[in-house]
């Protein structure tokens, strides 16, 4: 069985007084408005389709994968034009305010999330039925996610825990210390890990794996190497993953594709359908992954890809820090004429240059493929899943937190640096130290690039200002709050160091 994500019927009050709607057109109802808040969660069923609803705020990934690459030195925004999708384009070159489309979008859809998944604890105490231990669980895992990625691009955020703001707290309520946010995160996947079970019947669903990763992730991003390191062996050593071996670039490829949905390196993936449509106006009620077709090559018409937007485009600079005999380079990226020149018929090929920018390269693990298509846009239904936690991230974050942990044990790490190397080919390395850690996050650039992590790496050692152009450090580690947030909760809240 698969879990398809479903919109849930339910209007969204944020904290900072924002009101969403919800796209409520996926899911019939009979009869139309018969249950309300009140009169909800009566049946393992209510719980279960509110659960759905929870998950489904996931599916607004894209906006993390390009968000994670543009702010780097990975990609640039691309796209027609300058104007299209302005705020990736600001992102891109660091003039970002806090008056920006993208960010606002990031600060909805999160605390979205979180709603949701504060609605079901609200209900927890309502029935008793089977699976109720694991199906909170799995809430616990997607408040946490929520949260961390609230916390990770804004640092301090209002704080809401199994409850709704009141009419009369939303212009009172105050950003919270990111650190106390960042210990809620880590006591909902604590808990997450210790209900869930390492498979599950449904694709989708959370397991202890996931649990347990994330949160040696939110564990490594402050610096936490022991904690991490115990949390990630466990996934290693405990978990039904291991790693594949390949041999060509177009394996490696293969690897993010739908056919290779759920491998043995798969930890956790968020499921997308291309049996249903959506429309521009209404990006996250879509049920396709729309960062594929966005990156597609823009007007082509030739084998293999399909047409696209022309989105977040690598950078010749990550091109080339593949060493040439890396599968991974041509796996990860792709240098379209070299491409083109190597077809039979290279003439009869053609594509398009947008406005936006253009380097040649392109993002080869989620690209629109003609074998691919969903139904009816084919830029807004792909049926690929975003791979959010695979085992190689899993055995590198293990890596660096042996490697940087008091007491540090660099033989573990260097095994599990070369266990990710020898995978695909590459020589085992034979370093220690500082060098070490320097080869690690090298690794992990070349490993995990145009899947949404680099800028958060490059910030989180302290990397960034050296990488990436125009960022300024005291400035750019936080993204601002958005402007009509800071309003809408009564401009009691100071804006992030420097906007």
Known sequence: ????????????????????????????????????????????????????????????????????????????????????????????????????????????????????????????????FAGKEVLFGEAHFLRAYYYFQLVKYF?????????????????TIGRTPAAEVYAQIESDLLQASESLEWTVSVEGRVTKGAALALLGRVYLYQDKFQEASEVLERVIMEGPYSLITTTTSEEYADLFSVNQEGNSESVFEIQYSGQEGGSYDCIVCLEGFAAVGFQGIRQYDGPVYGDGNSYNLPTADLYNAFDA??????????????????????????????????????????????????????????????????????????????????????AKALGYLNDVRERVGMPTLNLAGAQLTEAIWNERRLELSGEGFRFWDLVRTGRAAEEIDGFVAGRHELFPIPQIEIDLAGGNWDQNPNY
Not at 45 to 64: F, H, K, P, V, W
Not at 155 to 171: M, Q, S, Y
Not at 325 to 351: C, H, K, M, W
């Open 325 to 410: 005999a890396d599968i991974r380079q041509d796996g990860t990226v792709l240098n379209l004429d070299e491409f083109i020149s190597e077809q039979p018929n290279p003439d009869e090929i053609s594509y398009a240059i947008g406005g936006g920018g253009h380097t040649g390269f392109y993002n080869n693990k989620y690209i629109k493929r003609l074998d691919e298509l969903g139904l009816p846009d084919t830029d807004l239904t792909s049926p690929v899943n975003y791979r959010l936690i695979r085992l190689p991230d899993v055995y590198l974050m293990a890596a660096e937190a042996f490697n940087r942990k008091a007491g540090p044990e660099d």
């Open 155 to 171: 640092g301090d955020v209002p704080l809401i825990i199994d409850r709704f703001l009141g009419a009369d707290e939303v212009n």
């Open 1 to 128: 069985m698969r879990l398809y994500n479903k919109i849930f019927i339910f209007f969204i009050l944020l904290s900072g007084g924002v009101i969403f709607n919800a796209c409520d057109d996926r899911l019939d109802l009979e009869p139309l408005y018969a249950q309300d808040a009140d009169s909800y969660f009566n049946t393992p069923e209510d719980y279960n389709r509110a659960l759905i609803g929870a998950y489904d705020l996931m599916q607004t990934s894209y906006l993390n994968l390009w968000i994670g690459e543009i702010a780097s030195d990975n990609a640039i925004a691309g796209g027609e034009s300058v104007n299209d999708t302005q705020g990736l384009h600001e992102i891109e070159s660091m003039t970002h305010n806090a008056v920006n489309n993208e960010l606002r979008s990031v600060f909805q859809f999160n605390y979205a999330g979180v709603t949701r998944t504060n609605y079901l604890f609200i209900n927890q105490d309502n029935i008793d």
